[in-house]
């Protein structure tokens, strides 16, 4: 059975930092992409960031750009989202997901975890 894992969500004041993980099990993730994706109360889930497993080629959503940074550890095979200088607009649940392209349709998606920003 094939699982996301994610942790390191949490509460923090604005301008802080927070660094989520994800770990998956199940198979095989070493030629996929990974990313993540969060979803804000009343809001459609958006993309974050991406990450190829493979060469570790990145992208990332507009609204995170120099504030967030994705990177692997195909040794623990994690994946990471270091997010800084956050803001109450990056309330959200955050999910990771995989799949073999681009994350434009994930083929795997975590169970999700809450982060907080308070102003």
């Known amino acids: 059975q094939v699982q996301l894992v994610e942790s390191g969500g949490g509460l923090v004041q604005a301008g802080g930092s927070l660094r989520l993980s994800c770990t998956p099990s199940?198979?095989?993730?070493?030629?996929?992409?990974m990313g993540w994706f969060r979803q804000a109360p009343g809001k459609a889930r958006e993309f974050v960031a991406r990450?190829?497993?493979?060469?570790?080629?990145?992208y990332y959503a507009n609204s995170v750009k120099g504030r967030f940074t994705i990177s692997r550890d195909n040794d623990k095979n994690t994946v990471y989202l270091q997010m800084n200088n956050l803001k109450p607009e990056d309330t959200a649940v955050y999910y990771c997901a995989a799949d073999k392209i681009s994350l434009s349709r994930p083929d795997y998606w975590g169970q999700g975890t809450q982060v907080a920003v308070s102003s």
């Open positions: 199940g198979r095989s993730f070493s030629s996929y992409t």
């Open positions: 990450i190829s497993m493979s060469d570790g080629s990145t």
